[in-house]
């Protein structure tokens, strides 16, 4: 190791120097597009002249796509095209060649991981949503009334910064088994153990594992449940409340009868959004199982079947299914902005 | 609020203990894994992080030296040493038989095996001495109960650092994340100013289409997006993954920036178009500053999102040392290093420590561009 140094540092420096000369480009780019295309299209149209009505007009038909034209761009290749793509493939074989017909689905359907996989992410969507949301409840409706409320959700936000490998590592920790008789090192084992349990290796216990897993994504997506909610509990009219104080209702009365009904909207965005989240969940499985134990999910699937199985046709059928079960909510969120923008 | 008699000073007591019981809970997971980064590879093993912060009382077998380390000083055979062998504690009692390790307090001088006598001092120094010579070449087995004060070390960070790759890998992160950030924000700014101030036809249609994009999932992209940078000679490269990167970020960047430049006031646009100013000028000369609140919680929830993916990394970056980032390297570390809990608390803290900073820094921007961009 002691040749390469100079050489590394080298690579260091010319690694930094790439990346500051991307921004610039990337920035610089940007505006000099922007600028250049207008001024080239005031040019073919000049808003002056004999013709200044007609041409202002084919200009101001034009230019929204000058800016647009970037983004539309990007976004067709990085996520339209990819779409159709992932299609096709999915009706073709292993090496995208042949065309298979519905071979991959098929054989999705009666592949054992396939029906685990399934299962579990029903769990997950049951469970983490359901979970998060009515913490993040719980945490908005307590922090709302303290004077050190900022603080604490300032606290309680946290994990929403952490990477799901770096919150797979911090769980990891609390679950570790040490064997009987040496001293438990991860916090469940060793409150389980001196409640008289037996120390456990909570990862491959069958059929519960997977809630460990849930756990961890119950911790980060709680805050960001709290968030929305805090916000909307905060803009709920005072008059409601202050009824329903005259009319001599219990704190825990206006909370759920009065204050709840009020954010369902709020609610149902939450659990939504975190549905969404929970559909894609793949590196907490990857790090702390790697599907094993029967903890496999659709998205480690689909990875497992692109990198370990090479085998496109499966991996593209993992992700149409993964694509199909986000439509949904797709749909009801297009309907929901438009109705927002009329 | 609510202020019914007698019940309200419990309730503040009830709602103030639950505030930090959810606090405790939710902190506790991550400061375990900051308390275990400062504790070595012994006492991560030896005992739980939550004992961490009080001095660990242990019993230790030593075995003193055989019959050829004895030194005969005036007649009298000596075999003296120091139980800790270089370590530090202190001890607080000792014994010579495992049935009774803790039989006799520090500084006494107690009768051992062949009539040898056995002093350990509180700092762990040892003395036997005996009038005859001694025998055999294993010597004696000493019992100690020791209390080792609480101890943190900063050696993990230095070797994680360094031996274990993950200066490189902070590197490299830092090298994906930071034009990925970067790029997509002008790119969406303008498309945003688009669709919320030109009127043209199919306006709808697109913001309709950026809230569908939104939700997409990245492994539907991945396969076709891997191939198509094979083709045209991207391969496995930065610029490749700054280019995925601003593609996925885009939706939300547009509809969060469109969003909040829809809300800017009527007014002003309208009085500089009056005034001649060109739709280009009205976007960098007044949409764009106007806008700064919701590009800094864009732009935060951006680096957070590229600093700590590692789908999109293990995908369209190799994983050789000049490319591997943060979160790969911590999963590699996972699979290799399992039971290595100081180098992977350390490593993990690493990783997370600069999404922290910028989180408790930023957090202001974080909240409103959740709220803004939560679809409602």
């Given amino acids: ?342 | 609020m609510d202020n019914i008699v007698g019940t309200k000073s419990r309730l503040v007591w009830v709602v103030n203990l639950s505030a930090l019981a959810l606090v405790l809970l939710w902190l506790f997971p991550t400061f375990g894994l900051l308390v275990s980064s400062f504790r070595d590879r012994d006492q991560i093993t030896a005992s739980g992080w939550w004992k961490a912060m009080f001095p660990a009382e242990q019993t230790l077998q030593y075995r003193a030296p055989g019959a050829g380390d004895a030194v005969d000083e005036n007649g009298v055979f000596v075999i003296s040493g120091n139980v800790f062998e270089g370590g530090r504690g202190s001890v607080k009692s000792f014994g010579t038989s495992a049935r009774d390790p803790g039989a006799f307090p520090a500084g006494e001088t107690v009768p051992a095996d062949d009539g040898a006598d056995l002093t350990v001092l509180q700092n762990g120094d040892f003395r036997l001495t005996s009038a005859t010579e001694f025998e055999g070449r294993r010597g004696m087995r000493i019992f100690v109960t020791s209390v080792t004060p609480p101890r943190f070390t900063f050696e993990n960070y230095g070797r994680v650092l360094g031996a274990e790759g993950l200066g490189r890998a902070f590197l490299n992160t830092m090298t994906v994340s930071i034009p990925a950030t970067v790029i997509p924000i002008l790119v969406a700014a303008f498309a945003a100013y688009a669709l919320a101030w030109m009127e043209f036809p199919g306006r709808a249609l697109l913001v309709a289409g950026v809230v569908g994009l939104l939700v997409v999932p990245l492994q539907l992209a991945l396969i076709p997006l891997l191939k198509l940078h094979n083709e045209i000679g991207l391969g496995k490269s930065y610029l490749g993954i700054w280019l995925a990167h601003t593609g996925f970020g885009l939706p939300l960047a547009v509809y969060l920036l469109r969003n909040y430049m829809v809300g800017l006031p009527r007014e002003i646009i309208e009085s500089a178009r009056v005034d001649g100013a060109t739709d280009f000028q009205i976007f960098l000369k007044i949409i764009l500053p106007l806008s700064f609140p919701a590009l800094a919680s864009f732009a935060i929830f951006q680096f957070l999102w590229t600093w700590n993916d590692l789908l999109v990394a293990l995908v369209f970056l190799g994983n050789t040392q000049d490319q591997l980032v943060m979160t790969g390297q911590l999963k590699e570390l996972m699979g290799s290093r399992g039971g290595d809990w100081e180098i992977l608390a350390t490593s993990a803290f690493v990783t997370i420590a600069v999404p922290l900073v910028v989180f408790f820094a930023m957090q202001k921007y974080l909240v409103r561009g959740l709220l803004a961009g939560s679809v409602k």
């Avoid at chain 1, 979970?131 to 307590?142: H, I, M, W």
């Fill in chain 1, 1 to 342: 190791m002691t040749v390469p140094v100079i050489g590394e540092g080298e690579a260091r420096v010319e690694q930094l120097g790439m990346a500051a000369v991307t921004i610039l480009v990337g920035v610089f780019g940007c505006i000099g597009y922007f600028f250049v295309s207008n001024l080239i299209l005031d040019r073919i149209y000049p808003a002056s002249g004999p013709q200044a009505g007609r041409n202002i007009n084919r200009a101001g038909a034009i230019r929204p796509w000058l800016f647009l034209m970037p983004a539309l761009a990007l976004l067709g290749v990085y996520l339209v095209y990819p779409v159709f793509v992932s299609v096709w493939l999915s009706f073709h074989d292993a090496r995208g060649e042949t065309f298979v017909g519905a071979d991959n689905y098929v054989w999705l359907i009666n592949d054992a991981k396939f029906r685990e996989s399934m299962w579990n992410n029903l769990m997950w969507l049951v469970f983490v949503p359901a979970a998060s949301t009515f913490l993040g409840l719980v945490a908005a409706a307590v922090t709302d009334r303290i004077r050190w409320g900022n603080f604490a959700k300032a606290m309680i936000f946290m994990p929403m910064a952490i990477s799901f490998v770096g919150a797979a590592v911090i769980w990891k920790l609390i679950y570790e088994y040490r064997p009987d008789g040496q001293e438990q090192i991860g916090v469940l084992n060793a409150v389980w153990t001196a409640m008289g349990g037996q120390a456990q290796t909570w990862l491959t216990l069958p059929g519960v594992n997977s809630f460990f897993l849930m756990i961890v994504l119950v911790w980060i997506q709680t805050g960001f449940a709290m968030v929305i909610l805090s916000a909307a509990l905060r803009g709920i009219p005072e008059e409601t409340i202050e009824a329903s104080i005259l009319d001599g209702a219990s704190p825990l009365q206006i909370f759920f009868k009065i204050k709840v009904p009020q954010i369902w909207g709020t609610i149902l965005v939450v659990w939504t959004t975190i549905t969404i989240t929970v559909l894609k969940v793949f590196d907490i499985v990857l790090t702390m199982t790697n599907g094993q134990w029967g903890t496999q999910v659709l998205a480690n699937l689909m990875y497992d079947w692109m990198f370990r199985g090479n085998d496109t046709g499966r991996a593209s059928t993992a992700a149409i299914i993964i694509m199909l079960m986000v439509t949904p909510i797709m749909i009801w969120n297009i309907r929901n902005a438009a109705k927002e923008t009329r």
